[in-house]
Each structure stands twice: as structure tokens, then as C-alpha cells.
């Protein structure tokens, strides 16, 4: 008996009723269907790859971004092609899930026309992981790059004040009968919800996360986020998220991590900004051999995967094959702070 683990109080979930659960809270607080459903969507997936940070955990953020006074309940996304290699959406000051869905269609049959194309989304609320997006473009034979502003919490390298968002990029690569090679991360040292997370299980933080609001480097979640966060791997994990900021920003049209940080207002909702999601089609790109390519792209990953080392999201799709039948499991404290938020 000395060695039975601790209950863990637990609710098991089919991803039916994750989706369900999602749908309902954020009906409730007053989100149509065209938003409703691409958000309860990416979250379940979330759940289902084992991505609980993006996963449930969001709704209550989700809910406060949607009571917050520049989101627009009415926004419909709205599609235009700027050029023959550019769609644009206007998400409408909505979530940027439904514009991606919108945009879709259209980013890949332009991309089959033209060998790239650029989906460019503008006036979106974003709290979402990227590698949904990039994945169904791999799986569509497309490789793809996505990547996103968020607000200004991260100082560059060599300075102590925040001008950075957290900044994710994330790559896709179509592999022909496997899951695409796929990764996603934050350019920031460590993800925001991470550290926070920490805190709340008073936990330190690893060396190198953040510094505190003097300027100096700090292990303690709480005062790295008062502070400042840091950008991974020093100045080039800082001119990475630099150049997010530019093409998913001003390039676009659109606000910066510090922009968008102002426009809330102190209001803490998701950021609002932009979204830029390249594709490229290796149809067209790649020339006369295909096979080849696909063999030297297949070699490369075998040269990983022989010696011990995993690729990028190898961990995701193993969850993934297990919840697809057994479903989730969720902190009870979360359940209940989902049912008070009216899920069902
Ligand atoms: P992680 O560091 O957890 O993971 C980054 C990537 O690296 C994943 O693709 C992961 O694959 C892969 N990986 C992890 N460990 C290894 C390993 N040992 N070998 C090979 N590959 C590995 O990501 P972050 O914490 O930085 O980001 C988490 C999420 O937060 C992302 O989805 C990002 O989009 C999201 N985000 C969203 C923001 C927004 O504003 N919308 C802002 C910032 C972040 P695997 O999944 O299989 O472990």
C-alpha cells in the first residue's frame, strides 16, 4: 500500500466530448458559429496530440478575450486576393482560427498554381498553437511556414525591457504515407504559460528564462513575468523573433507584439495582430525528379531517427494514435472551472 501513487483527481473525456464541452462554453459567451466551431476545433486536437496547454486550459483566456471590448461578436472573415500569390483575410477583430479555414482553399490552390503563396491574415485575436495549421497544409503536399506576433513581454538580447512577443514558428514538411515532419515553438526561452505554470507549483525556473524588472537574470517565475522573458539561443533566437514581428506585422499591414500590447489596453485578452502563413508546393518547385527529392528528404530524417534522435513532433502523433480510442483526461480543478463557465 506504501507504494500506491496518490488518486489523481481526474475526469476522463472522449474527444467528443472535449469538442462538446468547447462548443458549449463558447456559445455561451456569445460566439457564433463561424467562430465558435474552428475554436472548439483547435482545442481538441490539442487534447487529443496531448497539447494540454493549449487544449482546455484556454477556454477561461478565451472567454475573457471574447468579453473584452475590441473583440467583435459579429466578425465574419473576410477573404481577398491582394495579388495572383497573395490571399489576405480580414479576420474582423475575431479569432484567427476561422480566417485560416477561410483563407485555406484558396492559399492551396494558389500555391499548386504558382509553386508559393502567402496567406496573410490580418485584425485577429491569437491564442492558438500553429502546427494544426501547417500540419493540414503538409497534408495537402504543401510545405509550409506559420508564424505570429504576440505581446510585448520578451527583451531583446542585449536589453532588459520587453519589446518581443513569444513569437511561434512553425515549419511543415509533407512526407508521402507518414505524418509530416512538423514542429511548432515559441521564440522565447520558455512559453509564457509555462512559467506561469511553474509558479503556480512553485517551481524555479531553468537559468537563462527571463530576468527580473532590474534587469537581472531571475529563476523566479514570478519576477520574469513582472520582468522580462529572454528569446532562445541568445541574438539569433532574437533576430528569429525579430523577423516574425516584421513579416507577420508591418508586412503585412498589421501590428507589432508592442502594438498589439497597447491596443489591449490592459484589457488581457489574447493578442490581436497578425498572421503569416507561407506554402510552398514541392510539385513545383522540386523539378524533374521527385523521387529523388523525396528520397534525400527521407534520408535526412532516417539519419535522425537511426541514431536515437526523435523528430519534432513524434511525441504528438504517438498520443494522438492512443486518445483517438481512449480519449483524454483532464484535472478535475479544470472540469469544474469549465462546467462554471457553462460547458456541457
Ligand atoms: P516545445 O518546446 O514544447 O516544442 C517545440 C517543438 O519541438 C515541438 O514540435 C516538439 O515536438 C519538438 N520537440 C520537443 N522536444 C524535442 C526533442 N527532444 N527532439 C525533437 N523535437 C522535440 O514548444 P514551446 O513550448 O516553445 O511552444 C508550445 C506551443 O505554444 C506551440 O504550439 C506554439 O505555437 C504555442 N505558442 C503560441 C503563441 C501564440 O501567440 N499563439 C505564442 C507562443 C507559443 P513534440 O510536440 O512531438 O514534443
Redesign the pocket.
Known amino acids: 500500500a506504501e507504494n500506491t501513487p496518490p488518486a489523481v483527481d481526474i475526469v476522463d473525456l472522449s474527444l467528443e466530448e472535449v469538442r462538446a464541452l468547447a462548443l458549449s462554453v463558447l456559445r455561451k459567451a456569445g460566439l457564433t458559429e463561424t467562430q465558435a466551431a474552428p475554436v472548439a476545433e483547435t482545442i481538441t486536437l490539442c487534447e487529443r496530440d496531448g497539447?494540454a496547454?493549449?487544449g482546455l486550459l484556454r477556454l477561461p483566456g478565451c472567454v475573457m478575450t471574447i468579453e473584452s471590448a475590441n473583440f467583435n461578436l459579429q466578425a465574419e472573415p473576410e477573404v481577398s486576393e491582394p495579388s495572383a500569390a497573395v490571399v489576405r483575410v480580414d479576420a474582423g477583430f475575431g479569432y484567427s482560427l476561422p480566417a485560416f479555414e477561410r483563407g485555406l482553399p484558396l492559399l492551396e490552390e494558389k500555391a499548386k498554381a504558382l509553386g508559393v503563396a502567402v496567406l496573410a491574415i490580418n485584425n485577429c485575436f491569437?491564442?492558438?498553437?500553429?502546427?494544426p495549421e501547417v500540419e493540414t497544409l503538409a497534408r495537402r503536399g504543401l510545405a509550409a511556414l506559420a508564424m505570429?506576433p504576440?505581446h510585448a513581454w520578451v527583451a531583446p538580447f542585449g536589453g532588459i525591457k520587453p519589446v518581443l512577443g513569444?513569437n511561434?514558428l512553425?515549419f511543415g514538411w509533407p512526407r508521402a504515407d507518414k505524418n509530416p515532419y512538423?514542429?511548432?515553438?515559441?521564440t522565447s526561452a520558455m512559453?509564457r504559460s509555462?512559467i506561469a505554470m511553474a509558479g503556480t507549483k512553485g517551481e524555479t525556473l531553468p537559468e537563462g528564462c527571463g530576468l527580473n524588472e532590474q534587469g537581472n537574470p531571475s529563476t523566479v517565475p514570478a519576477e520574469v513575468l513582472a520582468g522580462a522573458m529572454t528569446t532562445f539561443g541568445g541574438h539569433k533566437g532574437t533576430a528569429l523573433s525579430t523577423m516574425i514581428e516584421l513579416l507577420a506585422g508591418p508586412l503585412i499591414g498589421d501590428m507589432t507584439s508592442r502594438d498589439s500590447m497597447e491596443f489591449d489596453a490592459g484589457e488581457k485578452a489574447a493578442?490581436c495582430h497578425g498572421e503569416l502563413i507561407v506554402a510552398f508546393d514541392p510539385a513545383l518547385l522540386g523539378g524533374d525528379d521527385p523521387a529523388l527529392n523525396e528520397a534525400r528528404a527521407e534520408a535526412l530524417f532516417a539519419a535522425f531517427t537511426d541514431q536515437g534522435a526523435?523528430?519534432?513532433?513524434?511525441?504528438?502523433y504517438g498520443t494522438r494514435a492512443r486518445t483517438q480510442n481512449t480519449g483524454v483526461s483532464i484535472p478535475r480543478a479544470l472540469y469544474d472551472r469549465i462546467t462554471e463557465l457553462g460547458g456541457e
Request: aromatic content about 14%; charged content about 15%; overall charge positive.
Open positions: 497539447r496547454s493549449h491569437h491564442f492558438s498553437a500553429l502546427w505570429t504576440s513569444t511561434p512553425a512538423v514542429f511548432d515553438f515559441a512559453a509555462d493578442p526523435r523528430l519534432p513532433s513524434q511525441q504528438r
